[in-house]
């Protein structure tokens, strides 16, 4: 168990890490989402005690990281892959590890073997590739066997093979009751990982709810229409009383609709259709809504960042906010 | 609290597990001896050359230990590295998280590595004494005379002292590559051309390696050098107030700052 509580870092006049509070529960995979910059690895990084939180604070199993006496057999974390001396062998940068925390030379082979390094144990790290280095580290965190694991964004520089290695491996320790926190600045990976989901943006808390009722949430379902004739369309819609959406493209759309209902009523008016299409959009969508008004690196070009392309302009940006916000609060962190 | 003795076992592996150990502490006991023993060699046959003086105040100790001068260059870097490494890799992250109590830590990995320049300090020392001894013939002196243990050993501790000092240089900047290119040119440079500067050469004086070395005299004011306000041992007594100010620097910054 993992708990935060009005975790705060200031750099300067910049807030990193505002006010953060939740906690991670054992025995499921929790996601930490966030769009770059949002705060994700600083956070990470206070967990463990290597940045000093501006206030706020830190709980592993109610003690504080530091009060720990051998903090790898409690937490196991991959930070990045190049926390590792290069000039070291795989075995040897984990061997000082271990021996640190007085954690058998006998589980460096092994968890060498459970990664899959095992070939190239006796070869200097500086060698490895960024898939090579990601499993190092995820080693490394595995080395105390502990009840908590913490990867920061560990599908980084993985090939499919080892992504699918890697959800798996999650799964299979939330699986032995173990506390899985898992950072990604990707929602698609989410929903193939994590139970739980924790959403920063800015380093503040926008979500914190279970990942079913975010899909249920965030996924919405729409009915697409096109039509010549779009300004009876409009007429016959509004008369029916169906609440519709215009979108820039001279395009129709029905939340929840239904689109047997809707291709009927435009048979009945005699209407041209070019498309009635059931649509859904998808979490990667949800997610970037919400964060869209905390996203720190913009991209200028010609189509909103916030915005799926099929999305109207008045339907999606950081109007839709407050609507977020309210997770956090309902979900009684 | 982490387990001191698991501590330090995890230090020695490090150390002895990256191939710049053995660089760094090979280069400073074969130029300090190879260098020694060629100065000796010249000694021998300028000595008739040399100014009364110099001959008066010929201190065969103190030549035999020239070659310190360049040789406590590679004690700078081995320091410097086995400190900045674990920065410019990145391991300082994963070394903390295992070792979270940050003087546990650094004192752990500070005492290993002293213990091994101080080792390999004491050979060097030793070795180009009896080698410097042997190449200057008759003007030689014996381990046996009076204060000549005290230089030899003294010189040992030098090299272990200017290890430490440049350890706790490099826990203060963090950076293997910034610590390097502040103490180099003033071991190198800015202290040997200030000791030679009059006026500037009374703050020279306590600088830590002109100060340190002073434990390297037998004769007093060897080579008819400037007397030192400070005898041998208060001169290595400067030298580990220096070290104590670097360490107790390198410590609050690992203390206080973000890894």
Not at chain 1, 2 to 16: D, M, N, P, Q
Not at chain 1, 234 to 250: I, K, S, Y
């Amino acid at each position: 168990m993992i708990e935060l509580e009005g975790l705060t870092k200031r750099y300067g006049s910049k807030v990193a890490v505002d006010q953060l509070s939740f906690q991670v529960r054992p025995g499921v995979v929790t996601g930490f989402l966030g769009p770059n910059g949002a705060g994700k690895s600083t956070t990470m990084r206070m967990l463990l005690d290597l940045d000093n939180p501006t206030s706020g604070s830190v709980r592993i199993d109610g003690k504080h990281y530091r009060e720990l006496a051998e903090p790898l057999k409690y937490i196991g974390a991959l930070l990045d892959a190049k926390a590792m001396h290069g000039g070291r062998t795989a075995y040897n940068n984990l061997l000082c590890l271990a021996q640190s925390n007085r954690i058998p030379a006998a589980r460096v082979s092994e968890v060498l073997d459970t990664v899959g390094l095992t070939a190239v144990a006796k070869k200097k790290a500086k060698g490895f590739s960024l898939g090579m280095g990601q499993r190092l580290g995820i080693a490394s965190a595995l080395l105390g066997d502990p009840e908590i694991l913490m990867f920061d964004e560990p599908v980084n520089g993985l090939d499919p093979e080892g992504i699918h290695w890697i959800r798996n491996l999650m799964k299979q320790l939330a699986g032995e009751g173990r506390t899985i926190f898992v950072s990604s600045h990707l929602m698609s990976e989410m929903a193939l990982t994590a139970d739980h989901l924790i959403v920063i943006g800015q380093g503040r808390l926008l979500a914190d709810t279970s990942m079913a009722d975010f899909i249920r949430q965030n996924s919405r379902s729409f009915v697409r229409l096109r039509s010549p004739q779009w300004e009876r369309l409009l007429d016959v819609l509004h008369q029916a009383g169906v609440p519709f959406l215009q979108t820039g493209d001279g395009a129709i759309e029905v939340d929840n609709g239904r689109i047997e209902a809707l291709g009927e009523l435009a048979a009945q008016h005699q209407l041209v259709l070019h498309e009635l299409s059931g649509q859904q959009a998808s979490l990667e969508e949800a997610f970037m809504q919400m964060t869209a008004g905390s996203v720190e690196y913009h991209a200028h070009g010609a189509t909103t960042p916030g915005g799926p392309p099929a999305a109207p302009p008045d339907w999606g940006g950081a109007k839709e906010a407050p609507r977020w916000g309210a997770f956090g609060q309902d979900k009684g962190v | 609290m982490a387990s001191v003795p698991a501590v330090l076992k995890s230090e020695w592996t490090k150390i002895r597990t990256v191939s710049s150990t053995t660089w760094t502490l090979a280069c400073a006991l074969i130029v300090t001896v190879a260098i020694g023993a060629a100065l000796c060699a010249l000694m021998r046959s300028q000595f008739d050359d040399l100014k009364p003086a110099e001959r008066l105040t010929f201190d065969p100790t103190l030549i035999s230990f020239s070659g310190m001068i360049l040789g406590q260059l590679a004690m700078v870097v081995f320091g410097v590295l086995v400190v900045g490494t674990e920065y410019s890799s990145g391991m300082i992250r994963s070394s903390l998280a295992a070792v979270p109590r940050r003087g546990t830590f650094l004192f752990s990995k500070l005492a290993v590595a002293t213990l091994l320049a101080l080792v390999v300090g004491m050979v060097t020392s030793f070795l180009t004494f009896f080698l410097g001894q042997a190449l200057l013939g008759p003007h030689r002196t014996t381990i046996g005379s009076p204060n000549v243990l005290r230089a030899v050993v003294g010189a040992g501790l030098y090299m272990a002292l200017i290890a430490l000092f440049s350890m706790g240089v490099a826990a203060m900047l963090r950076s293997s590559m910034l610590s390097l290119g502040i103490l180099m040119p003033f071991f190198f440079l800015i202290s040997q051309i200030l000791s030679a500067v009059p006026g500037a050469k009374n703050v020279a004086r306590y600088f830590p390696d002109r100060a340190g070395s002073q434990i390297m005299q037998v004769v007093p004011d060897a080579m008819n050098s400037d007397p030192a306000p400070y005898g041998p041992w208060g001169g290595l007594g400067i030298m580990a107030l220096w070290v104590v100010a670097a360490l107790a620097g390198g410590y609050l910054v690992l203390r206080h700052r973000d890894a």
